[in-house]
């Protein structure tokens, strides 16, 4: 039982972080029609930026936790969106009126740039972080027990408190008005003076925003990342954002925690070694029976 | 379009980097993963390699000529080793290696240095099938992955008197040959595992498999793997409240451990075998100091890169830069190295195996462990 | 849209000064910060260095682009010709003399290319193969295939195994892994039929995945990550070994000196003519009822369904088929590196095939030979810039992108005329 209770925490946190990575994926999506490769990197180097940001912190002696934390959410966040900036102003808007394909070969482009030029700068030493919040809630049940890290407890609070702020953005605000309008028709918005050149850029920037977040709880977390990171957890993360249903948000953090959660228990209760194939055979049963995934709107064929 | 000219900077950057001369005559390859994810030991090999050659040269060569080395990288994949194998021994007419690093790499260049008639000699690549199949020109200055397994079976069963023991490793070569050959062994003292399973390399997530270690109540947890891996299993493990004793391979052998792990805390009385501390010899003490004088720590590999340079040249120069008669050299003689005496066995595998356990402390150094 | 010929300098500053700060935040912290166990290490010089240059080179396009010459160039950028190009119905392409040519020069090659570069080459005709089937499912029948790799895989794996177990040889699997990959390609074709576009993506991708993963954990049989070995391709029962397990080697049959060089001449010389064939059949089947319905599909998969075309038939021949020209290319690269591990049937290598097929000009056969050269040679040739190698060749990908959205070779089709004496 406690360890059933155990997996489902393990797997609700590694849920929450990949739905935020999914996130990136999904809005990009909905938006241009594009599956962004890079996606992952660019949370790859939100890891780095965070190890970055707390040693600078650090090294200028401020040590309370609050301060480095949110200190570096906010470095971090705005780096990582400026990266999504200028990816998607170098690598994709030149490629803007092509097919989906080219901009899909320069997204694989990019992202083996961004991890060959961390790789260059930082080296290709596997790099850490000091634990920053040590200690654990610990319930005892029967005869075992769970045990709950803040750390854990945090990304939780941290990754819903994301997504609500996201929800908020993309429902109330004018900016979020303008994306909706421009993912449901980029020529018509463009025509009601939206300038969805703009909007796309922003969508990237909030993407990676969302990365950013996910980048500093993992890796304050783990507190183990290197410049090769990104790769699998930008696959799984993708993985997420179909499952739920590519191009809906709400989708993107169910398809997450769905992964999550599903490969936790996998592993845990049977074969660690065969949870990845169980991934995407869920992934590929629930298409079968979704093809829109689990959120997704069903697509109308147009005739 | 900034992004034009940061590519233009990064190309200039590149011709810069490239640019490395060294006139000399006898080409010898460093092979192993100078990029991708184990570039770091890459750098570590080259290291080693580089200054082996650097004084070698400055004693007068090999047989009177200059070692001229080549960097060859196989990102540690079998398709760019077999491609950078066929290019050391054709393009660069290289007439020894050192290398490679991984296994997986490793095993298949060396039928083509078999085949041209090339010795080769690797630092680091422990899997036993490399030189289990024969090959006259394969050998290497490490030891071999059930020597390590064999070490860590008998400390787990004799000298922890463990019963409940996890197997974990990382589905690679090196990481599943470790466990398996500490597994067979373990079994042979009449021990058999409460767990055995795979994690993915580069995945940092292995809370999953940590609450299982729980489930199953296990005291010792063995993992064959690297230390980007065992840094975040241990930490896990330590946060989950699992107190099981940690034992790990060479694998880990990196002050990256420490940081990986996120606190010196949690790597201590983690265990390891390692071989015999490759600094603490006295023939390669003036190294070492040079080493640390020039700002580079030899950890790792760096100095078993040294002493594979060394064991390629002294062949060479026994035999007037005949590398098949080098290789029949080796089998025969024992090479004075900055680790020792080093002497080969038939299948190209070191005569005395030097693994021993060690211990990480709570300030994140290791110490040899005397029992 | 202004119409003033002179160069707006004020702006271009603007330009400059916006870039260089953008070049600040970006690479500020990640190049001059060195991690440095929880420490750092400063390295201002460089981050100085590196938005110096982005200013300057900043600063030069904003000024060339509003030159006379930069102004043109734009245009030609922005005005990229779409589509196919229909040739006149009595043009005879350029191509009836230069096939013979690189027919002729590619038998002769091996016996005078190096041993290095003849690798090099073999690699690229397995792209090439590999381009080719994938070229089918993407490319014709316009199905985003991610995990092609898979079906490489079968075929390589098939050689290996199938020697191991079944004692059978290169020229018994070569059918045979063809075979096999087809018929993957068809279970995985099944499920797939109903989703469209990146949903199917992402499916094709989970296969490729699943294959690999489950050749790493079945041990007993694949022997996981260690990989096994794969036998060489004999000539009539002469093998290309220095010492033949059974009966005589190649060389000393004919009376040569021994050479490690004639396995790959071999290898080289078979997969050759194989690649031609393959290379035929495809243009072949473009021009036929199959390969039209391809295409047809890809345009406008309602409209020909409503025509009364069997998408399901259609849609199974484009993946079967694709995947079986996968699979002999997985035996090929079996049998030229002697051995396989699942390290070789990544998810890069289904991008870099993809990116074969959308380089070379989606469904443009002789851009798919052309890319594939390109991209499994670049990576040698850049190994001149050793550590930045990698990243030169992400960087090559987006440029070539950005270049040529539309690939390298525009797809051409022969016009039409009704023939004299045919009713109007």
């Known amino acids: 039982m406690d360890i059933v209770l155990q997996q489902l925490v393990n797997g609700l946190t590694l849920g929450s972080v990949y739905g935020l990575i999914a996130i990136g994926y999904t809005m990009v999506y909905g938006i241009i029609g594009m599956i962004n490769f890079a996606h992952g990197d660019v949370y790859m180097v939100s890891s780095y930026l965070t190890a970055i940001a707390i040693a600078l912190f650090s090294f200028f002696g401020l040590d309370s936790f609050p301060i480095i934390i949110f200190g570096t959410l906010i470095f971090t966040i705005i780096v990582t969106g400026a990266y999504g900036w200028v990816i998607e102003r170098v690598a994709y808007r030149p490629l803007r009126n092509s097919s989906r394909l080219s901009v899909l070969i320069s997204a694989i482009g990019m992202s083996l740039i961004l991890q060959n030029y961390v790789q260059i700068s930082q080296g290709a030493r596997q790099q850490g972080i000091p634990t920053m919040l040590s200690g654990a809630i610990r319930f005892d049940i029967g005869d075992g027990f769970v045990q709950i890290t803040y750390m854990k407890l945090f990304i939780l609070f941290a990754a819903f408190l994301g997504m609500g702020v996201l929800t908020y953005i993309i429902q109330k605000t004018k900016l979020g008005r303008m994306c909706r309008a421009t993912q449901q028709d980029r020529k018509m918005a463009s025509i009601l003076g939206i300038n969805t050149d703009r909007v796309i850029s922003s969508v990237f920037v909030i993407g990676a925003a969302m990365a950013a977040l996910a980048g500093v709880l993992v890796t304050l977390d783990y507190g183990a990342f290197d410049f090769y990171v990104g790769f699998i957890i930008g696959i799984k993360a993708f993985t997420a954002a179909v499952l739920g249903g590519i191009g809906s948000l709400p989708g993107a953090m169910l398809g997450g925690v769905i992964l999550g959660l599903s490969e936790a228990l996998f592993a845990g209760l049977i074969s660690s070694d065969y949870k990845d194939v169980f991934s995407f055979s869920l992934l590929v049963i629930i298409l079968i029976f979704r093809p829109s995934g689990l959120l997704g709107k069903p697509e109308v064929e147009k005739v | 379009m900034s992004n034009t000219v940061v590519r233009k900077t990064l190309i200039a950057l590149a011709v810069a980097g490239a640019a490395f001369t060294a006139q000399a005559d006898v080409v010898i390859g460093v092979a192993g993963p100078h990029t991708g994810a184990y570039a770091a030991f890459g750098e570590q090999l080259w290291r080693g390699a580089e200054k082996a050659a650097m004084d070698i040269n400055a004693k007068g060569g090999i047989n009177g000529e200059m070692i001229k080395l080549v960097k060859a990288d196989d990102a540690c994949e079998p398709k760019q080793a077999v491609s950078i194998a066929n290019r050391l021994v054709d393009s660069d007419e290289a007439v020894a290696v050192v290398g490679h690093f991984c296994s997986s790499s490793s095993i298949p260049a060396s039928t083509i240095y078999e085949e041209a008639g090339v010795l080769m000699v690797t630092p680091a690549s422990t899997n036993p099938a490399l030189t289990e199949r024969g090959l006259p020109n394969v050998f290497r200055v490490c030891g071999r992955d059930d020597q390590q397994g064999d070490v860590a079976a008998s400390y787990i069963v004799g000298d922890l008197g463990a019963k409940r023991v996890a197997i974990l490793h990382d589905k690679d070569t090196y990481g599943k040959g470790l466990a398996d050959a500490m597994k067979d062994t373990m079994n042979a003292y009449g021990v058999e595992e409460v767990l055995y399973e795979g994690l993915t390399r580069g995945e940092k997530d292995f809370n999953a498999v940590v609450t299982k270690i729980r489930s199953v109540d296990a005291d010792v947890v063995y993992f064959g793997g690297l230390h980007s891996e065992a840094g975040p299993l241990v930490r896990q493990m330590r946060e989950q409240g699992l107190t099981a004793t940690f034992i790990s391979g060479d694998g880990i052998v990196s002050d990256e451990f420490v940081s990986v792990a996120g606190s010196p805390e949690y790597v201590d009385g983690v265990l390891m075998t390692f071989g015999a501390d490759p600094t603490s010899y006295a023939a390669g003490k003036v190294v070492v100091d040079e080493f640390r004088a020039s700002g580079i720590e030899p950890e790792g590999y760096v100095m078993y890169s040294y002493t594979a340079m060394q064991v390629v040249a002294a062949a060479l120069d026994a035999t007037e830069l005949d590398p098949i008669a080098a290789s029949d050299w080796l089998h025969e003689n024992s090479i004075e190295t900055v680790m020792g005496t080093k002497k080969f066995d038939d299948k190209g595998d070191l005569t005395i195996s030097d693994y021993v356990m060690y211990e990480w402390d709570d300030k994140g150094n290791y110490t040899m462990l005397n029992n | ?424």
Request: aromatic fraction near 12%.
């Open chain 3, 1 to 424: 849209m202004s119409q003033e010929t002179g160069i707006n300098i004020g702006s271009s500053i603007k330009d400059t000064i916006i870039a260089g700060l953008l070049a600040l935040i970006v690479f500020g912290p990640v190049v001059g910060v060195l991690l440095d166990g929880y420490e750092f290490i400063a390295r201002i010089d460089d981050v100085v260095w590196i938005v110096a240059i982005v200013m300057a080179g900043r600063f030069a396009i904003s000024v060339f682009v509003q030159t006379e010459s930069g102004k043109k160039f734009v245009y030609r950028q922005l005005t990229k010709e779409d589509g196919v190009s229909v040739t006149a119905p009595d043009y005879k392409s350029k191509m009836r003399y230069i096939i013979p040519i690189v027919i002729v020069i590619g038998l002769i090659a091996p016996f005078i290319a190096s041993k290095y570069v003849l690798t090099v080459v073999i690699l690229g005709l397995i792209y090439v193969l590999l381009g080719l089937g994938l070229n089918i499912v993407v490319g014709l029948a316009g199905l985003l295939d991610l995990g092609f790799v898979g079906f490489y895989a079968i075929g390589a794996y098939g050689l290996a195994l199938g020697y191991e177990y079944l004692g059978l040889g290169f020229w018994s699997m070569l059918p045979l892994a063809a075979i096999m990959a087809g018929v993957a390609g068809a279970v995985l074709g099944f499920p797939v039929l109903r989703m469209h576009g990146d949903y199917l993506a992402i499916v094709t991708l989970g296969f490729g995945e699943i294959i690999r993963l489950v050749l790493t954990n079945w041990t007993e049989f694949t022997h996981g990550p260690n990989g096994v070995s794969a036998p060489l391709p004999t000539l009539f029962g002469l093998e290309f070994k220095r010492r033949s397990s059974d009966g005589t080697p190649f060389h000393e049959f004919f009376g040569l000196s021994y050479d490690s060089a004639f396995k790959y001449i071999f290898i080289y010389l078979v997969l050759f003519l194989v690649v031609l064939a393959v290379l035929y059949v495809k243009h072949r089947l473009t021009r036929m009822p199959i390969g039209r319905a391809w295409e047809a599909l890809r345009e406008d998969e309602i409209a020909c369904r409503s025509l009364g075309l069997n998408h399901v038939l259609v849609k199974l021949s484009a993946f079967t088929l694709g995947a079986s020209t996968g699979g002999i290319a997985g035996v090929f690269f079996a049998t030229y590196q002697g051995f396989v591990n699942p390290s070789s049937f990544t998810f890069f290598e289904s991008a870099l095939i993809l990116a074969i097929v959308v380089l070379g000009g989606m469904g443009s056969t002789l851009g798919v030979v052309i890319a594939a050269f390109v991209l499994t040679v670049a990576p040698e040739m850049l190994r001149e810039f050793a550590d930045y190698r990698v990243l030169m060749f992400g960087i090559l990908m987006v440029v070539m992108m950005i270049w040529k959205p539309r690939g390298l070779v525009r797809v051409t089709r022969k016009g039409f005329a009704t023939r004299k004496g045919v009713m109007k």
